[in-house]
């Protein structure tokens, strides 16, 4: 894992009730949810990335700004990108994307399940 994928993984886990685990068919593929939905799934592999929930609109934008950004998986390309470590997209941004895919997850959890999380951040 290079330098700037390791950081990118301390950033996800640094989250609040963030968890992360391996997936069994993909070594070098971590999934990483809270509250049981996903959020990031980062790729160690040969090719370092990783896949993030976005606001579609910006999405577009981010997909025709930077060559590093694209789509690789089975989600709906509407709404995941996927982010390649290493790329011409600035580490900040890839922060701030990461952030961003956090909150659009959070803010689709229950009462509750926010409720929960806030007690975890404190």
């Given at each position: 894992?290079?330098?700037?994928?390791?950081?990118?993984?301390?950033?996800?886990?640094?989250?609040?009730?963030?968890?992360?685990?391996?997936?069994?068919?993909?070594?070098?593929?971590?999934?990483?949810?809270?509250?049981?939905?996903?959020?990031?799934?980062?790729?160690?592999?040969?090719?370092?990335?990783?896949?993030?929930?976005?606001?579609?609109?910006?999405?577009?934008?981010?997909?025709?700004?930077?060559?590093?950004?694209g789509h690789r998986s089975?989600?709906?390309?509407?709404?995941?990108?996927?982010?390649?470590?290493?790329?011409?997209?600035?580490?900040?941004?890839?922060?701030?994307?990461?952030?961003?895919?956090?909150?659009?997850?959070?803010?689709?959890?229950?009462?509750?399940?926010?409720?929960?999380?806030?007690?975890?951040?404190?």
């Amino acid at each position: 894992m290079s330098p700037d994928c390791a950081a990118l993984a301390a950033r996800i886990e640094a989250k609040a009730g963030a968890y992360g685990g391996m997936l069994p068919s993909a070594p070098g593929v971590v999934l990483y949810k809270v509250m049981g939905k996903m959020f990031a799934i980062l790729s160690a592999r040969k090719s370092e990335y990783v896949i993030l929930k976005s606001d579609p609109h910006l999405a577009e934008v981010l997909r025709e700004q930077y060559a590093g950004i694209g789509h690789r998986s089975h989600l709906d390309r509407r709404f995941w990108i996927s982010v390649d470590v290493g790329s011409d997209v600035p580490d900040e941004e890839i922060g701030r994307l990461v952030d961003q895919s956090y909150e659009l997850i959070c803010a689709g959890l229950t009462k509750k399940q926010k409720a929960e999380l806030a007690g975890l951040s404190t």
